[in-house]
């Protein structure tokens, strides 16, 4: 068995009136990737920040939150010795060029210098920047910052390595190439949390998902288990709300599940001859798909299909 590295028990965090998360719990193994969905405001990154001490979480007798021994409301520099973290915004400094930007970096972790330039080189040359390697950070694109925040994290071999979102704006063979070094980090028992908004990647490499709404966990599992337990295997979209409201819901069968959202009908069932037969008797051709559930059928049902309203 695994050994827990991350523990958090009954965190909470207030800002004002707004409670951000609510008596969340959950635990992260050695090694594994954990992930957290959610809608924008359902408090993913105050978690994070919280876990590597940038956030103070609520006081509570009966809170805790134990991050490889250390508690971030008192040990703060020890968590970000042995963390990588890259947040939402890239916050690069504008005025050094690329190298520059990550041989300052290099310093907070008393790196030698021929350590850390080739450490940075191999980093460069990974995330596809090496041929900016001397450039101003105010001429790369939004896409290459994102690149270099990531290669930033990586430069101390992280225990732990915090992902805000890390693919947000880049294309998907960088995307990928990100997810092989996940993955290879994961082999050396480097421990990766992450949020995403890409219910691809978070199925791909998430261990275990926590899906949280309005600061509470609403639902936890592996991802796989997640879309079993929840959700039937296939779906009818009816993207034509005319084509729709020629179906019946009175006469569909109980092995059908009927969800209506703003501007598409669905129909969940576990038999495609059932969708299939709803289809050819009700829809015509073009107006309709039948496919497999996913992970995005399972965050939805979780947390609605209205916005919420700290979006």
């Known amino acids: 068995m695994a050994e827990t590295v991350i523990n958090i028990r009954n965190i909470s965090k207030s800002f004002g009136k707004i409670k951000a998360v609510r008596d969340l719990s959950f635990s992260v193994e050695s090694g594994s990737c954990f992930g957290f969905l959610g809608p924008n405001g359902a408090g993913k990154t105050t978690v994070m920040k919280i876990i590597y001490g940038k956030c103070t979480r609520d006081k509570n007798p009966d809170s805790r939150a134990d991050i ?26 504008d005025e050094l060029n690329v190298i520059q930007n990550l041989m300052i970096y290099a310093r907070f972790y008393n790196m030698p210098v021929k350590v850390a330039k080739e450490r940075i080189e191999y980093l460069l040359d990974f995330l596809e920047l090496t041929e900016k390697s001397k450039s101003k950070i105010k001429d790369l694109s939004g896409g290459m910052k994102r690149r270099l925040v990531i290669a930033r994290a990586l430069l101390n071999s992280p225990r732990l390595l915090i992902l805000d979102e890390p693919t947000t704006g880049l294309d998907p063979q960088v995307r990928h190439l990100i997810w092989d070094k996940i993955r290879q980090l ?73 969800d209506r959202g703003p501007d598409v009908m669905r129909y969940y069932s576990s038999q495609t001859d ?33 916005l919420n309203d700290r979006q």
Do not use: W
């Open 68 to 93: 490889f021994g250390y508690d971030p409301a008192t040990n703060e520099l020890a968590i970000k010795y042995l963390s990588g973290v890259v947040q939402q915004e890239d916050n690069l400094d």
């Open 274 to 306: 059932l969708l299939k037969e709803l289809a050819a008797t009700n829809l015509k051709a073009g107006n309709y798909l039948i496919r497999q559930t996913n992970l995005e059928d399972v965050f939805l049902k979780a947390t609605g299909r209205q």
């Open 186 to 258: 994961q082999k050396q028992e480097t421990t990766v949390l992450l949020t995403t908004h890409y219910m691809e990647e978070a199925y791909q490499l998430c261990d275990r998902l926590l899906i949280m709404h309005k600061g509470q966990n609403i639902m936890e599992g592996r991802p796989e288990r997640l879309l079993k337990e929840n959700m039937e295997p296939y779906v009818l979209e009816v993207r034509d709300t005319e084509a729709a409201a020629q179906i019946n819901p009175e006469k569909l069968s109980n092995r059908v599940r009927a």
